[in-house]
């Protein structure tokens, strides 16, 4: 008789927890999400996106010869996604399966210099 009364307490519990709003926060809808370059220096030190966001780099004034380039590993399926393009944001193997290493960096490159290194931080998409 004790288990049953055990048994119903923790299914009430359960249940009430279940039904609960103190879960976790829902997580965002995938957005578009644009990265402004001016003078080579970008308008976010680290762009924070979550999986199936776009991210597309606008460079003011336009760009004589700009490029972006993803040193070791890239959240998108190439290591020189395309400037004012949307790209989407894939994650690799470790982010994706793990949630370990979501962070790249990346170069921005003008007439062939290097002139910023900032990153892309891939988040669960949750405040």
């Given at each position: 008789m004790r288990a049953l009364k055990l048994f119903s307490l923790c299914l009430t519990a359960a249940?009430?927890?279940?039904?609960?709003?103190?879960?976790?926060?829902?997580?965002?809808?995938?957005?578009?999400q644009t990265v402004n370059v001016a003078n080579c220096t970008p308008d976010q030190p680290t762009v924070e996106v979550i999986l199936k966001d776009t991210v597309r780099w606008h460079f003011?004034?336009?760009?004589?010869?700009?490029?972006?380039?993803?040193?070791t590993r890239s959240p998108f399926s190439t290591h020189d996604p395309?400037?004012?393009q949307k790209s989407i944001v894939k994650g690799d193997f470790w982010c994706?399966?793990?949630?370990?290493?979501?962070?790249?960096?990346?170069?921005?490159?003008?007439?062939?210099?290097?002139?910023?290194?900032?990153?892309?931080?891939?988040?669960?998409?949750?405040?």
């Open positions: 249940a009430v927890s279940a039904i609960s709003s103190c879960g976790p926060s829902p997580e965002r809808a995938p957005a578009d003011a004034p336009p760009p004589p010869t700009y490029a972006i380039h993803f040193k395309p400037i004012e994706n399966k793990f949630n370990w290493g979501c962070y790249y960096k990346y170069e921005i490159i003008k007439d062939g210099n290097v002139c910023a290194d900032p990153g892309v931080h891939v988040g669960s998409g949750r405040p």
